[in-house]
C-alpha cells in the first residue's frame, strides 16, 4: 500500500482540502512553493505512463479537479502550475498518480 493509498484510507493523516468520490486533494507536505497541493486519483494508478483508455474520463476529472481546487486557493488570478512526474527520471518518489499544483511565486523556467 503506497503512501496516498494510506491516505485515502485515513491511516495516515493528511490536510485535505478537497475530496469527492474520485480524487482528493491535499497539502504537500515537503512544500516546494507557497501553495502546493497534490490530486489524486482514488483509483491506484501507479504512474501516467501505466494509465489506461479506460481511465480517460478520471484523467479529465483530475485535471478539472486541479482547476477547481487552484481556484478555491486563490491560484486562479495569478497562476500556478501543474506537474505529473513519471518514473525515477521525472522525479516521481510516491507510485501513485497525482497532480502537482504550485503557485503563490512566480515559476522559473525550465524547471529543474
Known amino acids: 500500500m503506497t503512501l496516498f493509498e494510506k491516505i485515502i484510507a485515513r491511516q495516515i493523516p493528511a490536510d485535505i482540502i ?3 468520490a474520485q480524487a482528493i486533494a491535499f497539502r504537500d507536505i ?3 512553493a507557497p ?3 497534490l490530486v489524486i486519483p482514488k483509483k491506484p494508478i501507479a504512474r501516467i505512463a501505466q494509465a489506461q483508455e479506460e481511465d480517460a474520463a478520471l484523467l479529465g476529472h483530475l485535471l478539472l479537479t486541479a482547476r477547481t481546487v487552484a481556484a478555491q486557493c486563490g491560484l486562479a488570478q495569478t497562476g500556478y502550475r501543474l506537474v505529473i512526474n513519471n518514473g525515477a527520471d ?4 510516491v ?3 497525482h497532480i502537482h499544483i504550485l503557485g503563490g ?3 522559473n523556467w525550465p524547471p529543474g
Open 18 to 20: 478537497h475530496e469527492d
Open 30 to 32: 515537503h512544500p516546494q
Open 35 to 37: 501553495a502546493h497541493i
Open 90 to 93: 521525472g522525479g516521481e518518489s
Open 95 to 97: 507510485p501513485h498518480l
Open 105 to 107: 511565486r512566480q515559476m
